[in-house]
Structures are given as C-alpha cells and as structure tokens.
C-alpha cells in the first residue's frame, strides 16, 4: 500500500470516501494497523491514558512523544502519521510551537503535527503551516483543557457553544490548517461546519457527516478500561482476552504443563558425552 498525501485527503473528500484513521502508540500496534489497511495513525497524547497509566494526557511530554511516534513510523512506514503536540509544546509562543512541530518531522518521522484549540491557537496554526508543516487542527472536546472545559465533556450542543466552534472551524482553516478533527460534537453543527469548509473534515464522536472517523485503539480494541466514551464501538476485549492468556499461563507453570517438549532445544552430541561432562564437575 502506498503512504497517502494531503492530495490523497483531498482527493478522497472530494469522491465522497471515507478516510479510516486510528491512534498507535508502538511498533505492534502500527504495524497491525497497517497490515489492516489503515489510512492514517494517530500518535496521540491520549498515550498518557491509554498506554502510560496516567489520569488525564497533561504530564504527557514531547520526548513521550517523539518516541513512541519513533516506534510507530518503524511499524508503519507505509502510513501517513501525525504527531500530537503534546500540553505546553507550542502553548507558549509561535516560535515554540515551530520548533516543537520540526522535532516531530525530523526526529520520528511523521508526516503532519495536530494540536489542539480555536481562535485562540490561530497564530500557532499559522506559524506551523508557514515553516512548511502539514497541521491539523482539533476542536470540540480538547483533552488538553478539560480542566476549563469541566471534564470530558461533548461541546457545540447549545447555540452559543456551536457558534465558537463553528468561529473557530473558519479561522482554523483561514490559519493554514490541512484538516480539521471534531471532537464530541452534535451531527448537525458538524454538518454544518464540513458545508462551510474546503479542508477534510474528520470525526472522532462527531457523527457521520465528516470525511473519515478517527477511534482510539485502546477503546475500540478494549485495551483501555478506566472508562468507555459514548461515541466508542468496542471491536475486541484484548484486555479479557490477554488476562485469560496470563491465567492459562499461570496454570500451565504451575501444574508443569508449560512448557512441554516442544518448547525446549534438544543437545545435539551422544547424551554419553555430556554424562562425561558433567562428572567432570562432580
Ligand atoms: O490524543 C488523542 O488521541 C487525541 C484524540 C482524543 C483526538 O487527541
């Protein structure tokens, strides 16, 4: 399969195709992805709850980052991947959030940066896209301000709420941004926010009228287990799956079912020799 362009994003919004799109954080997981016939990786920040334990992505930082998208392109060289800014990798200035953004393309490997927020990260959007960096933009539900968001919380479902994201849909695509992913958002705002753009829109619980869907591997795969977003399908238990394996494995050691002859590597001299051997240390 051969790695997808921006001109492949556009081409595939324009023919009305459907763009697949889920988060890796490792070599396996990458490499399954693509085998599967992925469009495009997500290496997100959600890496802090999905495969570092952490409560929310804020301690997330950009070497995380940098490393696991490291693991990721090894596993899927044939994928386009974008690297998430992490918290506070291009909050602070324009020339920050640059510098930020060319680590990612030059120390991994990936092909575009997304980071998140509206109006209000414009500047940032518009700096990256100039320095020659594809960029998304993410608004809606942004993990990285949950905390002045008051939690996980779906967005644009009040008429005030739907006007800034829309506000923030258009400078988003005025600033530079390639594409644009929703996030937890009414069907109908988003309906309306892909109508008044030209970038390819995407939706990560933002219902149908979008140009593809990103899913997070570690809900739709059943790895993730402190809690299930509404907008999920669960595609797999791994996680009941992998601790019914540990069990049998348990089992197995301790009533010396594991491992059998099979699993062991047989001497290849007369047995004669080695009795020799070993009474040599007797
Ligand atoms: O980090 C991530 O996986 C994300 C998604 C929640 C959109 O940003």
New binding site residues.
């Given amino acids: 399969m051969k790695k997808k362009t921006i001109l492949d994003l556009r081409a595939m919004k324009s023919k009305g195709e459907k763009l697949t799109w889920m ?1 890796a954080y490792d070599f396996p997981m990458a490499s399954f992805a693509e085998q599967a016939g992925i469009d495009m990786i ?1 290496v ?3 890496m802090g709850m999905v495969v570092m334990g952490y409560e929310d ?1 804020i301690p997330v930082t950009m070497d995380d980052c940098i490393s696991h998208c490291q693991a990721v392109r090894r596993g899927a060289k044939n994928t386009l991947i974008v690297g ?1 800014m992490p918290f506070m990798s291009y909050q602070v200035s324009d020339e920050s959030a640059v510098i930020n953004a060319g680590r990612f393309l030059k120390e991994s490997g990936v092909d575009a940066v ?1 980071l998140e927020g509206g109006r209000r990260m414009c500047s940032r959007i518009k700096a990256i896209a100039e320095a020659g960096i594809l960029v998304c933009g ?1 608004i809606g539900l942004t ?1 990285q301000s949950s905390g002045v968001l008051g939690g996980f919380k779906a967005q644009g479902r009040t008429v005030e709420s739907a006007r800034e994201l829309i506000l923030d849909a258009i400078a988003i695509e005025e600033a530079g941004a390639q594409f644009l ?1 929703l ?1 937890a958002v009414p069907p109908e705002v988003t309906e309306f926010i892909v109508s008044k753009l030209s970038i390819p829109v995407y939706s ?1 619980g933002a219902g149908t009228p979008c140009d593809g869907q ?1 899913i ?1 591997c570690g809900d739709m795969l059943g790895m993730f287990q402190a809690f299930t977003p509404k907008f999920v399908k669960k595609y797999a238990n791994i996680a009941e799956v992998t601790v019914n394996a540990i069990k049998e494995y348990c089992d197995d050691v301790r009533n010396l079912k594991f491992p059998e002859d099979k699993h062991v590597y047989h001497i290849s001299d007369d047995i004669s020799e080695f009795e020799k051997l070993f009474k040599e240390f007797e």
């Fill in positions: 988060t997500l997100g920040d959600s992505t998430d997304k993410h993990p992913l996030e990560i990103l997070i």
